[in-house]
């Protein structure tokens, strides 16, 4: 008899899961960050209904300062898969000129923690699919598939359903409402063989190239667009980069390398030492506890 | 920095650099094929069990840069090991717990060897986390039971090998750790397996395979020791901790050779001409041309196709999630499950199940839980229980309630028949957990041991639901009022006032009219004659399906041709149709212009209107006929109500 390879077993784990919340849940959504992880969400998705399009919205709560080359697959990848995409900017974040040059950890409060919560406010989601991993952090490591949220929005570590078997429990309070997490299990290498064997499309700032970069407080930062200010001295150089993980171009540090096809990518993950986290400023907030505070207040 | 170099290799177990630099391809290739071993480390703080996963973790490569710089800085804050690199502090995730310095939640860990995956659910020992144990063990393959060499066998060893038993963990290893600190003792070693092998034959562990390890110093751990040279065949396993781990049979391929069983979690129905049943295969394989049989209907059919976004498939086995179609349109839903034909699984609603009682708020026997199993969801009541089991000495004791981390073994009863399996022949259709309908949390888990009616293992036969059976359920007959007039005539008015009679009288009934028929289901037609056909045929089809779910249906349309009238007639069963005509004089009619719509169609602003430019055909044989001139509307519903019923 056949035993199933682990991406195998994954990807079956991850359809089950998805497809329970549908049919558990009122009014599901997924939320697509356009990132490698998002990816593989989506399109495990689509393997999940197949023929049918996946039964909900793809829900990207923007901040306005991603990369441009996210927004141009985002909408590509939204026709694709035949799913209504639903953008929202906090309207009080677009007001008040929120930016990460000048508002730094408030950027992220209000554009993405209560830009989330309003959006699933707005819409009454009950449910909402989050491509993060439990490899990715030590916080996430303890967090369930199925994560239960206060009408509030808040996480409770210690007060977590028991999670049996592949027996998920989906149901809550009016106001109340899930994360879902179907890549829990993932690691970082397969999702990236998985993106390959599976030939997913992912933002091309993965891949190296000459790219405009400034140095700027021990991170590589790339020159997206005329909005970057430059602080005096400084002047775009093209360098070979690389991007291990995307978010708001002024916050994400890209990696100087040639890898510019997946393989390459792989490769220089695997050989690479340093963790996929460490270009992102957020983890670094509040001590060793970052994640783990900012996801009690509601951080995805 | 510790002594974190393995022992002597003869081959190297983890991921090789030097592939991964020269030749990627090939790295990815093997890596892709690899299969995925789930396990669970069972043991207490001071079993040394964060070390020994911090060390699986540290050897694979699975640590970085980073994180072992954060590990030396956090290792000298508050770590146990004094200078050296505190293992356990890359696993203890939660702050409170890194405070407290135990482990409270389960934790999810990963790592690779040139063979296999592993995901690692690391577990709290002490008494008060059995429920996150068997939390972390419902999930896993095989259980790593951590002894502390200098202790031997104690209350909680022998409390963590039930939980694992309890839950049908087959493969259970027994790592013997901290042996460097009883020198590597073979006589140590040998007394603490022989002591538990007593213990574990006397609760049903057949079998189990005793390590001697040190997770701190690396002995045994991916290599063989050459601290402990009398370890090696045929008297002990004589292999390192991850060999085994690489080779031991994983559970899904166990399930692969059992009967098909196959819960549908979502039924796929993109448009008319495709209809698949969604689900994750929990045991067996399934073939296109496969004899089926779909519980609880019994109703039997072949396996058309295996549908997925890849292509259809020849065979799928236990652990895939698919898309399988039927040669026949029969009755399968969510909560059904798809079996083999000649060999399905049993329905109940009494049974004998084990329960874990996973809440602070205690079980209150006979109150009604929502119970979930697969994709099944009932309500179900708990009996007070038989007996509970001391978990430190595995002796029952009396109980009347279950509290948090008790176990029990109780009967339940559920609201409806549902599918399953005793939970020793399948862990998907025969483990269950309770839900608090209130709270909804997860107040237990549980496990079916076989059904309490003797009727168990007759097969239900499928039943056909048909039109006598729908209205046999609401103990009523089946029939439709076909009121028909002018407009302003009282039709509506009438039809209501008898719809609230029927209601009182427990009747179940539907009133079909204008409003609620044209804003929808006929919301593309007009009133030309065609349409007002069309409309008229459209009804007629409608209340003909309601009638045969068993409905009193009352329709208030002025439908003026005697032939559609007829031709509704025809649909239904002879003297299931009764037309009622509300016959109300054109000038009484056109002078009430409730709507005031003659007016307009005197006007001419409204085309086709019954009466004035379009013909109304009175009935000729109507079974009622409600002058309007001579009865009040209440009189009217009275007569109508008794022809009704009178005549059922």
């Known amino acids: ?102 508002h730094g950890a408030l950027h992220t409060d209000m554009w993405k923690t209560e830009g989330l919560k309003q959006a699933l406010d707005k819409y009454g989601f009950d449910a909402a699919f989050g ?52 890549i829990s299990n993932w690691t970082e290498l397969d999702v ?4 390959q064997l599976n030939d997913i499309p992912i933002v091309p700032l993965y891949f190296a190239e000459e790219r405009p970069t400034v140095e700027r407080d021990g991170m590589l930062l790339m020159v997206d667009d005329d909005r970057f200010p430059l602080r005096p001295g400084e002047e775009p150089v093209m360098r070979s980069i690389r991007f291990r993980t995307l978010g708001c171009y002024p916050l994400t540090g890209a990696v100087e390398s040639g890898a510019s096809t997946l393989s390459e990518v792989i490769q220089e993950t695997l050989l690479t030492t340093t963790s996929e986290r460490q270009g992102r400023a957020i983890d670094k907030d509040a001590g060793g506890a970052g994640m783990e505070v900012k996801k009690q207040q509601g951080y995805f | 920095m510790a002594d974190v170099t393995p022992t002597d290799r003869n081959e190297p177990v983890y991921v090789v650099d030097e592939l991964i630099a020269k030749d990627i391809d090939a790295y990815l290739e093997r890596h892709e094929y690899k299969t995925m071993l789930r396990f669970i480390t069972c043991g207490s703080v001071d079993d040394g069990k964060s070390t020994l996963i911090g060390r699986l973790l540290y050897d694979s490569k699975m640590i970085f840069e980073d994180q072992l710089d954060a590990l030396q800085a956090d290792s000298r804050k508050v770590g146990t090991q004094g200078q050296e690199i505190d293992f356990a502090l890359l696993v203890d995730g939660l ?126 751990i991916t290599t063989l020791s050459n601290n402990t040279p009398w370890y090696k065949g045929p008297r002990y396993a004589g292999i390192p901790l991850i060999e085994h781990l690489e080779t031991v049979e994983v559970l899904s391929s166990v399930d692969a050779d059992k009967p098909l069983r196959m819960p549908v979690q979502w039924v796929n129905r993109p448009n008319l001409d495709f209809r698949g049943f969604s689900g994750l295969i929990a ?25 997925t976004f890849d292509g259809d498939l020849d065979e799928a086995v236990a652990g895939q999630s698919v898309t399988v179609c039927f040669e026949d349109e029969i009755d399968c839903s969510r909560g059904s499950v798809i079996s083999v034909a000649d060999n399905p699984p049993q329905t109940a609603d009494q049974f004998e199940s084990t329960i874990v009682w996973m809440a602070d708020e205690v079980l209150v026997p006979g109150r009604a839980y929502w119970l979930k199993l697969g994709t099944q969801m009932v309500s179900a009541t708990v009996h007070a229980p038989k007996y509970t089991v001391n978990v430190n000495t595995m002796e029952h004791m009396a109980a009347k309630t279950l509290d948090l981390n008790a176990i029990g073994v109780a009967e339940i009863a559920t609201d409806k028949q549902i599918v399953f399996e005793p939970y020793a022949d399948n862990r998907s259709l025969g483990g269950f957990i309770l839900i608090d309908k209130m709270t909804n949390a997860t107040v237990a888990a549980g496990m079916l041991h076989f059904s309490l009616r003797r009727s168990q293992n007759v097969h239900w036969q499928a039943l056909d639901i048909g039109r006598k059976q729908h209205a046999d359920l609401k103990n009523q007959k089946a029939a439709v009022l ?36 044209r804003h929808g289901l006929n919301k593309d037609l007009g009133f030309t004659e065609a349409d007002r056909i069309e409309n008229i045929r459209r009804v007629g089809e409608v209340s003909k399906l309601m009638a045969d779910a068993g409905l009193i249906v009352v329709t208030a349309f002025i439908s003026p041709f005697q032939a559609d009238r007829e031709m509704v007639r025809s649909m239904l069963p002879e003297g299931e149709f009764l037309e009622v005509f509300i016959d109300t004089p054109l000038k009484v009619a056109e002078a009430r212009d409730v709507k005031g719509l003659y007016k307009k169609a005197r006007a001419g602003e409204l085309k086709n209107f019954t009466g004035i430019d379009s013909p109304y055909e009175a009935p000729r044989n109507p079974e009622i006929r409600i002058d309007t001139t001579k009865l009040s509307p209440e009189e009217a519903a009275n007569l109508i109500v008794e022809t009704l019923l009178g005549d059922a």
């Open chain 1, 1 to 102: 008899m056949k035993t199933l390879t682990h991406l195998e077993r994954l990807e079956a784990e991850s359809i089950h899961i998805i497809r329970e919340v549908v049919a558990e849940a009122e009014r599901p959504v997924m939320l697509y960050s356009v990132g490698k992880d998002s990816a593989v969400m989506l399109h495990l998705a689509r393997k999940a209904f197949y023929p049918s399009p996946p039964p909900f919205p793809l829900l990207h709560v923007d901040t306005t300062w991603k990369f441009k080359a996210m927004y141009e697959l985002r909408n590509k990848m939204a026709e694709l898969s035949g799913m209504d995409l639903l953008v929202y900017h906090n309207p009080e974040a677009m007001a008040r000129g929120i930016n990460p040059f000048d």
């Open chain 1, 131 to 182: 491509g993060a991993r439990r490899d990715e952090e030590k916080s996430r490591a303890k967090e369930r598939i199925f994560s239960f949220r206060t009408s509030s929005h808040g996480w409770d570590p210690k007060n977590q359903r028991p999670e049996l078997w592949n027996i998920y429990n989906a149901r809550k309070a009016r106001g109340e409402s899930i994360r879902v997490f179907p």
């Open chain 1, 192 to 195: 990236w063989q998985y993106i």
């Open chain 2, 95 to 220: 702050a409170a717990e890194r405070e407290q310095g135990i482990t409270i939640d389960v934790a999810y860990r990963f790592f690779n060897t040139e063979k296999r995956k592993f995901i690692v659910a690391d577990c709290p020992g002490h008494e008060q986390y059995t429920r996150n144990m068997v939390t972390g063990a419902s999930t896993a393959d095989l259980a790593v039971i951590l002894i502390d060499a200098r202790k031997g066998v104690l209350v909680q060893t022998r409390r963590h090998s039930y939980l694992c038993h309890l839950i049908g963990i087959r493969n259970i290893v027994l790592a013997v750790n901290k042996m460097d600190l009883v020198d590597y003792s073979q006589e140590v070693f040998d007394k603490i397996v022989a002591d538990y092998t007593a213990f574990a034959s006397s609760i049903g562990i057949e079998s189990f395979t005793a390590m001697p390890i040190s997770g701190f110093k690396g002995d045994n």
């Open chain 2, 283 to 307: 045991t067996g394989s399934v073939k296109p041309g496969d004899k089926i049989r779909v519980l609880p209907s019994g109703k039997t059919s072949t396996v058309s196709r295996i549908v």
């Open chain 2, 482 to 517: 076909w009121f028909t007039g002018l407009s302003g005539s009282g039709k509506s008015t009438i039809a209501n006032l008898v719809e609230k009679k029927l209601y009182r009288m427990n009747r179940h009934t539907f009133l079909l009219d204008g409003d609620n028929v």
